[in-house]
Structures are given as C-alpha cells and as structure tokens.
C-alpha cells in the first residue's frame, strides 16, 4: 500500500456481479470508470460474473455429473468473469478511452492448488502495471487465478473482493473501492432500524468486526485481509461518483458505538453431545447450518454435529466503550429490558445479545437509539 505523502493516482474499483447484470449496468459502470479516468485517475476494474452466472453454471454442472471434479468447476465458473471483463472493456473502449482485459491468471494472482476456495500466495502485477503505464484502464476477472503448477483455481465466496484487495496492495494504490447497490456502510441496515445514517468513515477494525458480526454490505474476509495488508477501502454505490461513499482507512475502533449487525441465521442448540469436561452450564452454540462452527469454554466445536436446534439472531453492537465501559453496559441492557435476552458477551469491542429471532429488529432498534450517537463524533 501506498504512504500517504507518496500518492500513485492508482485506483482499483470492483464492481458486483449485480452491477454488471445486463448490458445497461455494463455501460453504466463503463461511464463511472470512464470519470474517474478524467479526473487523472489509473484505473484497474475488477469484475464479478453478471447477475447469476456462476449459481447457473454450477447448477448446469450439477445437471450434467452426480458430482462434478473440483478442478472442472473451476474452469467452468471461471468463464463468467471472463464474460464480464471483455464486455466491459468494449464499452469502455466506444467511450474513447483504450482499455485491456487480463484474466486472473494473465493479471498475475498466484494461489495454491486448493481447487473452488484457493488462497492467495502472491500477486504477480507486471501486465496491469503495464497497460496502466499504457493509458489503458486495466480489467481484471475476479474471483479466480492461477496455482504455480497452471492450473486454473477460484477464490471462494467473496473472491472478487479478494482479488481487488491484493491487487490494490501490490499495485500500492491509493484505494480500493468496493462498488455495489448500496451507498456505503450504514450504522444499521436501514431496512431494519429506519434511522440508521450512513457514515463518511469507518476505521478498518470497526470494519473487521461489523462484518463478522453479520452486516451484509462488506465481506469480512475482504476487509480482514485489507486491515492486514495495510490497503484502505472505499464502499460506494455504483450509481455515484468515485470518492463518495465511506471510506475505511487503517485505524482502531472509535470509542463510541459505530454500529449495530444482526445476524439472523443462527440456532440454538443442545450441548449433550459435547464431551462431559466442557462444562454442564454451557448451553449455548451458534451454528449456521446445524453443526458447530463457535467455541464453548475455547473448545472449537467445528465439525462436531449439532441436533436440533432453535432459530435465534445475534445482535451485536461494536464501538470500543461498548464493553469497556460498564455504564455503556448498562445502558445498552436497560434499553432492551423488555426483550428476553437469551445469552449476553462483550468482548473485544463487541457487546452481542442473542435473542429470539423475532425479537431480532426490536432488539437492534433499541441499540441503535441507546447507543448510536446521532452524529459522528458524538
């Protein structure tokens, strides 16, 4: 990542597969691409497959073969991005500004062998750091690379947003925006508490832990993977210009709350079949899908199968006094005293409450008015 005082005018922007979803959203983010090229930016796009390629194109494998090969899938979903990376090039280009398309492999993504969910070894950025050296707006296929060996990997759920991270590392550019539907990163989802406001900025860390405690609009490995690699983000809707949004430097967590998640896929469960040196007073376990995926009494109970269950929701507030305050404590459980709280924790710099899963919007309404300042700063 670049230092602050040493600026390099690059930009790397990704843009979801429901920004490209048909050829008006290409020209759309052709245009925005296109404005930030004549504000003096280098621009490297980096796209996701259009609208539900890739889910129809697993769905067409799985209609072909009972159980179709890792390393043939990957190839296969791969086309999607490729799709989207030439399309758009195109437009770009009848704008009148010259443009070049690299797949993941071509733009030097270098992962292990570890066909469907590969991780990143290394970016090697030679040709997008040429054709930007060219004039040229670089587009990257998202979501996929290359292992040492040659072979076509993908990068799992979120990909694209990985691929855009790394690139904006090893580019050291400026930022990396996050392009979406949605105008950056809220103090709640606004569908669920009407008064959450959008925020103008967010520390990474704050970041980090919204997005693990479920808020929807980042991707918590993305952003776990821009605090650790040092690169600032941007998350911004696709339909506005290039710099508004939030941005998301490097830094702790504010003091004061930041935001509520909810988390409303999760269930609990019984803990009988846990081994007896656990601890009889544990009776609680977020799973996702019916098998452990939390710690009990720091015990990882990944894999161990989970029976029964019943729906709850996790709401979860982060902000540094959160927990290191006991009044904030206080507050925060006085104003959902008329709610059944389940299970409580604060740790860290998150205070999450788990109730019943329809309690769960009531629940973070009252969060957000106790401690949500109503504005930043507060």
Known sequence: MADNDAKTGIVVQKYGGSSVSDVEGIHQVARRVAAAVAAGLKVVVVVSAMGNTTNELLALAQAVSRSPGRRELDLLVSVGERVSMTLLAMAIEDLGIPAASFTGSQSGIITDTNHVSARVLEVRPQRVRGALDQGRVAIVAGFQGVSRHGEVTTLGRGGSDTTAVVLAAALGADWCELCSDVDGVFTADPRVVPGARRLDTLPLDAAVSLSRAGAKVLHAQAVELARELGVELHAAATGRPSGTGTRLPPGPAPAAAVGI??????????????????????????????????????????????????????????????????????????????????????????????????????????????????????
Request: with cysteine; charged share 20%; proline share 4%.
């Open 261 to 378: 998640s909810v988390d409303d896929q999760l269930f609990r469960v019984s803990l009988d079949c846990i081994p007896d040196d656990v601890g009889d007073a544990l009776r609680l376990v977020w799973s996702q899908d019916g098998r452990g995926v939390g710690l009990v009494d720091g015990r990882n109970l990944h894999g161990i199968a989970l029976v029964g269950g019943r729906p709850v929701a996790a709401v979860t507030a982060v902000g540094r006094h959160v927990v290191q305050d006991p009044a904030t404590v206080r507050r925060a459980l006085a104003a959902v005293a008329h709610v059944k709280v389940e299970h409580w924790q604060a740790a860290g710099e998150q205070l999450t409450l788990v109730v019943d899963r329809a309690s769960a919007a009531v629940v973070a309404q009252a969060l957000h008015g106790a401690l949500v300042p109503d504005t930043p700063g507060d």
